[in-house]
């Protein structure tokens, strides 16, 4: 069983930036494969990065692409979604995950889930 918390979220302007962070704990981190989902209101859950176990797989959606970094350090049992150039579009609930099938960006694909941590981007 894994547990999973994401902070960091909150109110940012448009062009500002944010780092949000998911701490697991219950499980054995380094052997789980994390990604970065989100949620607007209305809207189907939508892929945003993912990460290998490794740290050397690396994926992006388009939308965020150059703008979104993903990072994880497994002695801390965190994972890390720094996100700059932030856009209106960007509000969301972020979601992370975890899953032992490898760095995918199917939701379907993780076994695990945080509770959500809120990000609104103004202006």
């Known amino acids: 069983q894994v547990q999973l918390v994401e902070s960091g979220g909150g109110l940012v302007q448009a062009g500002g930036s944010l780092r949000l962070s998911c701490a697991a704990s219950g499980g054995t981190f380094s052997s789980y494969a994390m990604g970065w989902f989100r949620q607007a209101p209305g809207k189907e859950r939508e892929f945003v990065a993912t990460i290998s176990w490794s740290g050397g797989g690396l994926y992006y959606a388009d939308s965020v692409k150059g703008r979104f970094t993903i990072s994880r350090d497994n002695a801390k049992n965190t994972v890390f979604l720094q996100m700059n150039s932030m856009k209106p579009e960007d509000t969301a609930v972020y979601y992370c995950?975890?899953?032992?099938?490898?760095?995918?960006?199917?939701?379907?694909?993780?076994?695990?889930w945080g509770q959500g941590t809120q990000v609104t981007v103004s202006s």
């Open positions: 995950a975890a899953g032992v099938r490898g760095a995918r960006a199917q939701s379907g694909a993780y076994d695990y």
